[in-house]
């Protein structure tokens, strides 16, 4: 499955949600909630984000936020 740009997805092997980004070669491009630095996933290795992953995400970027952890 080839997931859209701009889609939120969860890269499985770590938890993590991010955007993606772009398709290079045999990877997807994610970028972290809320922006930072660009990591590749295997496309097997991928699924959507559900909606309270997406919240969750998100909060956890304002909380960071709001302690200065992140501009």
């Known amino acids: ?12 092997r770590t938890g993590r949600v991010g955007r993606v980004m772009g398709h ?6 994610l970028r972290p909630y809320g922006g930072g630095r660009e990591w590749d996933c295997a496309p097997d ?4 984000a559900t909606s309270a992953e997406r919240l969750r995400a998100a909060t956890a970027y ?3 936020r709001s302690r200065g952890e992140v501009p």
């Open 1 to 12: 499955m080839r997931l859209p740009i701009g889609t939120y997805a969860v890269d499985t």
């Open 24 to 29: 290079e070669g045999p990877y997807v491009q």
């Open 45 to 48: 290795a991928l699924r959507m």
């Open 62 to 64: 304002a909380n960071a």
